[in-house]
C-alpha cells in the first residue's frame, strides 16, 4: 500500500492533494495522512473511493522534534512539506516565522536522516518554496540558474529550506525536490495573512459581491497559477521518476505572467464595471515595499521539460475559479 503524507493537509493545497489523490486512485490500496496545526477536517468514510483510500488526519506542532520523528514512524513513500507561516505574518513575528518555515523543516529532514541511517529509509520530498527567494535587483526574465536573493524574512526562511533539501538530497537521505510556486490566484474562501493575498482578493470579492482593498499599483506584475495547477505541479513532483531528475533539486514552476491591470481587464470582461467600482486603492506602502521586491516573469525550462503543465492565461485562471466555485455576483446575474 503506497503511503502519502501531506504536511500542512489542512491548507488549501493539502485538501486539493489528497482530493486528487484519491480521485485517482482506482487500481491499488492508498495510505493518505493528513497532519496540520489543527486536525484537518476531511471527508467520511463513505466518501474514501470506494474503500481504496485510508485517510488518516492528525494533529500537532511541526516544530517539535518529537513531531518529525512520529509522522515518519510508519515510513511514508512520499512526503508533501507544504506547512508554512505566510509571508506576511512571517515578516510581522520574525521568531514564528523562523520557528515553523526553518526549524520545522529541519527537524523533518533530521527525522528521516536519523530513520535513513537506522534502516535505509530513503522517501520521496516534495518542497513547497516561493517566488520570494528571489529579490530585487532582477532582470525582467530570470531563468533557473539565477541566484537567490531573498529580501524578506520569508523568502529567507524558504531559500534555507531549498538549501536543506539540495544538501540532504546530495547525501543520500532521502530523494528531494523543491517546487517553487507561483502565486496562487485566485484562492478560496477567507483571505489569509499573505502579503499577496490581494492578488486574489480584488478578483474573489467582487465575483461575490464585496469590496476588495487593492494596496499596490495597477502596473505591479507578477507570476501567477490556480490551484489547480499548483496542485497538479505538487502531485506531478511526488510521481516524477528519480533517473529524470537533474543535479538541481529546486527551480521554479511554470505560470502565468500578468499586471494588476490584466487581472482587472479580465474581471471587467466576466462581470462587468460594477464589479470592477468594488476595487478601492488603499496604497500600503509596507505591502508595496515587499511586492516590489519579488519577481516578474520567469524561463522554466527544468519544470516544462520535466512535464509540468501551467495555466494558458489569466483570463483561464480566472475562469477556474468561477467555475469551481460559483461566485455569488455571478449567479445573481
Given at each position: 500500500?503506497?503511503?502519502?503524507l501531506?504536511?500542512?493537509?489542512?491548507?488549501?493545497?493539502?485538501s486539493g492533494?489528497?482530493?486528487?489523490?484519491?480521485?485517482?486512485?482506482?487500481?491499488?490500496?492508498?495510505?493518505?495522512?493528513?497532519?496540520?496545526?489543527?486536525?484537518?477536517?476531511?471527508?467520511?468514510?463513505?466518501?474514501?473511493?470506494?474503500n481504496?483510500?485510508?485517510?488518516?488526519?492528525?494533529?500537532?506542532?511541526?516544530?517539535?522534534?518529537?513531531?518529525?520523528h512520529?509522522?515518519?514512524?510508519?515510513?511514508?513513500?512520499?512526503?508533501?512539506?507544504?506547512?508554512?507561516?505566510?509571508?506576511?505574518?512571517?515578516?510581522?513575528?520574525f521568531?514564528?516565522g523562523?520557528?515553523?518555515?526553518?526549524?520545522g523543516?529541519?527537524?523533518?529532514?533530521?527525522?528521516?536522516?536519523?530513520?535513513?541511517e537506522?534502516?535505509?529509509?530513503?522517501p520521496?520530498?516534495?518542497?513547497?518554496?516561493?517566488?520570494?527567494?528571489?529579490g530585487a535587483?532582477?532582470?525582467?526574465?530570470?531563468?533557473?540558474?539565477?541566484?537567490?536573493?531573498?529580501?524578506?524574512?520569508?523568502g529567507t526562511?524558504?531559500a534555507?529550506?531549498e538549501?536543506?533539501?539540495?544538501?540532504y538530497?546530495?547525501?543520500?537521505?532521502?530523494?528531494g525536490?523543491?517546487?517553487?510556486?507561483?502565486?496562487?490566484?485566485?484562492?478560496?474562501?477567507k483571505?489569509?495573512?499573505?502579503?499577496?493575498?490581494?492578488?486574489?482578493?480584488?478578483?474573489?470579492?467582487?465575483l461575490?459581491g464585496?469590496p476588495?482593498?487593492?494596496?499596490v499599483?495597477?502596473?505591479?506584475?507578477h507570476?501567477?497559477a490556480?490551484?489547480?495547477?499548483?496542485?497538479?505541479y505538487?502531485e506531478?513532483?511526488?510521481?516524477?521518476?528519480s533517473?529524470?531528475?537533474?543535479?538541481?533539486?529546486?527551480f521554479?514552476?511554470?505560470?502565468?505572467?500578468?499586471?494588476?491591470?490584466?487581472?482587472?481587464?479580465?474581471?471587467?470582461e466576466?462581470?462587468?464595471?460594477?464589479?470592477?467600482k468594488?476595487?478601492?486603492?488603499?496604497p500600503?506602502?509596507?505591502?508595496?515595499?515587499?511586492?516590489?521586491?519579488?519577481?516578474?516573469?520567469?524561463?522554466?525550462?527544468?519544470?516544462?521539460?520535466?512535464?509540468f503543465?501551467?495555466?494558458?492565461?489569466?483570463?483561464?485562471?480566472?475562469?477556474?475559479?468561477?467555475?469551481?466555485?460559483?461566485?455569488q455576483?455571478?449567479?445573481?446575474?
Amino acid at each position: 500500500m503506497a503511503h502519502h503524507l501531506i504536511i500542512g493537509g489542512g491548507g488549501m493545497l493539502g485538501s486539493g492533494l489528497v482530493r486528487s489523490l484519491a480521485d485517482k486512485n482506482n487500481q491499488s490500496s492508498v495510505k493518505i495522512t493528513l497532519f496540520d496545526l489543527v486536525e484537518p477536517q476531511w471527508a467520511s468514510k463513505s466518501e474514501q473511493n470506494d474503500n481504496n483510500v485510508e485517510i488518516i488526519t492528525c494533529k500537532g506542532d511541526i516544530a517539535d522534534p518529537a513531531t518529525a520523528h512520529a509522522l515518519i514512524a510508519d515510513r511514508p513513500d512520499i512526503i508533501y512539506h507544504l506547512a508554512a507561516i505566510v509571508s506576511g505574518e512571517a515578516e510581522r513575528d520574525f521568531a514564528k516565522g523562523y520557528r515553523i518555515n526553518v526549524d520545522g523543516t529541519r527537524y523533518l529532514f533530521e527525522a528521516i536522516r536519523e530513520a535513513n541511517e537506522q534502516d535505509g529509509y530513503f522517501p520521496r520530498v516534495v518542497f513547497t518554496s516561493s517566488l520570494a527567494v528571489f529579490g530585487a535587483p532582477l532582470p525582467d526574465v530570470i531563468d533557473d540558474n539565477q541566484i537567490l536573493t531573498p529580501r524578506s524574512s520569508y523568502g529567507t526562511q524558504k531559500a534555507i529550506g531549498e538549501l536543506l533539501l539540495a544538501d540532504y538530497s546530495r547525501k543520500g537521505f532521502f530523494d528531494g525536490i523543491g517546487i517553487r510556486l507561483p502565486t496562487i490566484c485566485v484562492r478560496p474562501g477567507k483571505p489569509n495573512a499573505a502579503a499577496s493575498g490581494f492578488f486574489s482578493g480584488i478578483i474573489r470579492e467582487p465575483l461575490a459581491g464585496l469590496p476588495a482593498i487593492l494596496p499596490v499599483s495597477d502596473e505591479v506584475t507578477h507570476w501567477f497559477a490556480s490551484p489547480k495547477a499548483a496542485i497538479g505541479y505538487i502531485e506531478h513532483a511526488g510521481k516524477l521518476a528519480s533517473s529524470l531528475l537533474p543535479e538541481q533539486r529546486n527551480f521554479t514552476m511554470p505560470g502565468v505572467s500578468a499586471s494588476i491591470a490584466d487581472e482587472i481587464a479580465v474581471l471587467r470582461e466576466i462581470a462587468g464595471d460594477e464589479a470592477v467600482k468594488l476595487i478601492k486603492r488603499e496604497p500600503d506602502a509596507a505591502i508595496e515595499t515587499i511586492i516590489s521586491s519579488w519577481p516578474k516573469a520567469f524561463n522554466t525550462k527544468i519544470a516544462l521539460d520535466l512535464g509540468f503543465i501551467p495555466d494558458s492565461s489569466m483570463r483561464e485562471i480566472i475562469e477556474i475559479y468561477v467555475k469551481e466555485h460559483e461566485p455569488q455576483w455571478l449567479s445573481d446575474q
